[in-house]
């Protein structure tokens, strides 16, 4: 595991991959919050739409965790921005991409990017930590969310009134992120050269079984977060256009509120977790944000978009808790847990959008948001989940520097 020895949080390297975060997922979001063009433009159902979201998030989370599983053996420091030429030449594809099966294609290329992307940049934000492990995951995931947050804005300002080919435009963006990364290149490369005594793996204080059936836990609360969060992403402006009767424009900036509470929360999940426990973060976030799905199909469109934004808030702080207490309990595999928990969330997030898509041309929009109101109840779960902070004081190991 190649975390840094000192105790030094270093900043400027989590603000670059936080920055390279912020455009790489701009670009992503901005294939979401365009649906509404392709599936007028392509004559596409809900369920076609499920499969463009399908096509990007597989890619990505069956990448992911193989190439967190060969980085931990075989650091890449360049990767980066590798992935990030792939994210680009996936948005130029789907800028002039004139059927369905060329729109999956570069949905696919975009999510390759992102597989190669967030398994080292997660590595990278934990070696900058200085020990404050989830504030260093918690700035370097805000930045991808605040991208999501930006996206459905530039969709509206920027591609929706100049047509699909503006994508185009935002190529620059990659290239930006390109330079950026090969920055961050260049201190992790530094970073590996440097002379590191010897020690062996660590391992979990839990027995396997134990471990086993934590991450099974972990995966259940995985499965509630990104099949609700799925629901938002991708059919929150149809559900609003529909239910509450209101025009595109208005609803990609509901879409916008839920994005901009998704930053923040995830902003502040992972101090609060270096200070009180991962394990109650999870707990809190995951069930405490029931009550609201429950009764968001029921409101109107003003208490609808404030109960949103807790939902969002509320939500995303649970995810870089999740990353770091995986971390935590399988110690020295970084890149493999990053890989899965970042593809987990990409594939959980794909096939729930692609299985609501269909549950909505079946059923209906407004009944994707009353089925999927009940999935934050398997929050109970996180009762199960050991407090591995008591298992490293009573095996004297060093816990994490307080944020």
Not at 293 to 321: C, E, H, K, N, R
Not at 328 to 356: H, K, T
Not at 391 to 399: H, I, L, V
Request: charged share 10%; net charge positive.
């Amino acid at each position: 595991m190649n975390e840094s020895k000192t105790h030094q949080t270093h900043f400027g390297v989590l603000g670059a991959i936080s920055v390279a975060h912020l455009l790489n997922d701009t670009m992503q979001s901005l294939m979401i919050a365009i649906y509404p063009l392709f599936k007028s433009g392509l004559h596409l159902s809900f369920a076609r739409i499920g499969l463009i979201t399908l096509a990007f998030q597989l890619t990505a989370s069956l990448l992911q965790p193989l190439v967190g599983l060969y980085t931990d053996r075989h650091p890449q420091p360049f990767s980066l921005a590798v992935g990030m030429g792939c994210t680009l030449a996936g948005l130029l594809a789907l800028s002039f991409a004139d059927s369905f099966p060329l729109v999956l294609l570069a949905a696919a290329m975009v999510g390759t990017g992102s597989a190669v992307f967030h398994p080292e940049a997660s590595r990278v934000a934990r070696m900058a930590s200085g020990g404050r492990h989830g504030l260093a995951q918690s700035i370097f995931q805000v930045g991808g969310n605040a991208g999501a947050a930006i996206g459905p804005l530039l969709a509206a300002w920027i591609v929706l009134p100049n047509g699909q080919r503006s994508l185009a435009f935002f190529s620059l963006i990659a290239l930006v992120a390109m330079i950026v990364l090969a920055g961050v290149g260049l201190w992790y490369r530094d970073q590996q050269r440097r002379p590191r005594p010897t020690a062996p793996t660590p391992a979990s204080s839990l027995p396997s079984g134990r471990v086993r059936a934590t991450l099974a836990v972990l995966l259940a609360l995985m499965f509630s977060k990104f099949f609700y969060s799925a629901s938002l992403a991708s059919y929150l402006i149809f559900y609003l256009m529909q239910h509450h009767g209101i025009e595109v424009r208005e609803a990609q900036y509901h879409l916008f509120y839920y994005l901009f509470a998704v930053a923040a929360g995830t902003l502040l999940g992972g101090p609060i977790g270096d200070r009180i426990g991962r394990r109650q973060v999870i707990w809190v976030s995951i069930l405490g944000v029931a009550p609201f799905t429950l009764a968001l199909p029921y409101v109107d469109l003003g208490t609808s978009a404030v109960l949103v934004m807790i939902i969002g808030f509320l939500l995303a702080s649970a995810f870089p808790a999740m990353v770091v207490y995986a971390q935590e309990l399988l110690p020295g595999r970084i890149g493999m847990v990053s890989g899965l928990f970042f593809g987990l969330a990409f594939g959980l997030a794909g096939i729930g959008a692609a299985i609501l898509g269909l549950v909505a041309d079946h059923w209906g929009i407004e009944t994707v948001y009353r089925l999927c109101a009940f999935l934050p109840l398997l929050g109970l779960l996180a009762v199960f989940l050991p407090d591995l902070r008591v298992g490293r004081e009573s095996a004297g190991e060093p816990q994490p520097a307080r944020a």
